[in-house]
T-cell receptor, first 113, second 115 residues
Framework: QKEVEQNSGPLSVPEGAIASLNCTYSDRVSQSFFWYRQYSGKSPELIMSIYSNGDKEDGRFTAQLNKASQYVSLLIRDSQPSDSATYLCAVNKGTGTASKLTFGTGTRLQVTL | GAGVSQSPSNKVTEKGKDVELRCDPISGHTALYWYRQRLGQGLEFLIYFQGNSAPDKSGLPSDRFSAERTGESVSTLTIQRTQQEDSAVYLC?????????????FGSGTRLTVV
């Protein structure tokens, strides 16, 4: 079982719709969770972080965390063509100052006109 | 600096040659990370530094790979006797520190091609 799992996609949604991206992780001690966006040929860019169960909203983005189910998701409202990218889920399971992010392989999102 | 700076942005090298990749983190960021991303694949952890010590080198693929960091500044990743399977984008990232609550800021990467 991979430490961080994502559906590779592509996930295709029409412009203006809600895109829902999902991620599961295997280690229950994981403490913090991140979503990165990566455009083709570019480096990953941090868009959301979440540490507590529930929802966290930032503009058109909402991150959702359910530690009991070991599940984290990203919702993108009013999807735009510029949102077309690969979305990487990352999990930090370290404690104290000895930690690193483990990344999923990403979900490719296509927003169609 | 304002962002994480990596150099060179592109490197083409012949099989068997050594290469050095450089990363200059954001000023004040004490943690520095190296990842590798092969074409169409996910990010593969290589090594991270907290200050100039490397608590976790578990991702270095072989003893041909090494990295060092001077103080809380520049890091170099060295690959000796390069092989074709080393071809990838090497990404450096930095963070305020390596505690669990900070995400990373990535540099633009070095695209390494071994021919």
């Amino acid at each position: 079982q991979k430490e961080v799992e994502q559906n590779s996609g592509p996930l295709s949604v029409p412009e203006g719709a809600i895109a829902s991206l999902n991620c599961t992780y295997s280690d229950r001690v994981s403490q913090s969770f991140f979503w990165y966006r990566q455009y083709s040929g570019k480096s990953p860019e941090l868009i959301m972080s979440i540490y507590s169960n529930g929802d966290k909203e930032d503009g058109r983005f909402t991150a959702q965390l359910n530690k009991a189910s070991q599940y984290v998701s990203l919702l993108i409202r009013d999807s735009q063509p510029s949102d077309s990218a690969t979305y990487l889920c990352a999990v930090n399971k370290g404690t104290g100052t000895a930690s690193k992010l483990t990344f999923g392989t990403g979900t490719r999102l296509q927003v169609t006109l | 600096g304002a962002g994480v700076s990596q150099s060179p942005s592109n490197k083409v090298t012949e099989k068997g040659k050594d290469v050095e990749l450089r990363c200059d983190p954001i000023s004040g960021h004490t943690a520095l990370y190296w990842y590798r991303q092969r074409l169409g694949q996910g990010l593969e952890f290589l090594i991270y530094f907290q200050g100039n010590s490397a608590p976790d080198k578990s991702g270095l693929p072989s003893d041909r790979f090494s990295a060092e960091r001077t103080g809380e500044s520049v890091s170099t990743l060295t690959i000796q006797r390069t092989q074709q399977e080393d071809s990838a984008v090497y990404l450096c990232a930095s963070s305020l520190d390596s505690s669990t609550f900070y995400g990373y800021t990535f540099g633009s990467g070095t695209r390494l091609t071994v021919v």
